[in-house]
Nanobody, 123 residues
Framework: QVQLVESGGGLVQPGGSLRLSCAASGSYFSINAMAWYRQAPGKQRELVAGITSGGSTNYADSVKGRFTISRDNAKNTMDLQMNNLKPEDTAVYYC?????????????????WGQGTQVTVSS
């Protein structure tokens, strides 16, 4: 199993910055793609940014140029630097990863989620 723990959420004024972190731990063969998702009240969960084990990144159009995703493969951590935050960025942010584990002699891929961290952008 893989445990993902997020940190760094909070309340910030519009135009401010926050940095979210996610730490992975547990028993696994490898962690492949990692990503940040968010879910605002009454809305579906959406992809914010993703990063492969090789460092390739992708971003939602709404955060391009403002958010930066990064990861440290040696430490199994992932960060999301969020700048110029807007009220519409208010949501619970979730860490996600695809990890492979040995299961009965087979190397299988599973998706894991963190518990979420609240980000509120308000004056």
């Amino acid at each position: 199993q893989v445990q993902l723990v997020e940190s760094g959420g909070g309340l910030v004024q519009p135009g401010g910055s926050l940095r979210l972190s996610c730490a992975a731990s547990g028993s696994y063969f490898s962690i492949n793609a990692m990503a940040w998702y968010r879910q605002a009240p009454g809305k579906q969960r959406e992809l914010v940014a993703g990063i492969t084990s090789g460092g390739s990144t992708n971003y939602a159009d709404s955060v391009k140029g403002r958010f930066t995703i990064s990861r440290d493969n040696a430490k199994n951590t992932m960060d999301l630097q969020m700048n110029n935050l807007k009220p519409e960025d208010t949501a619970v942010y979730y860490c996600n990863c695809d990890a492979t584990r040995w299961v009965v002699g087979l190397l299988l891929s599973f998706a894991y989620w963190g518990q979420g961290t609240q980000v509120t952008v308000s004056s």
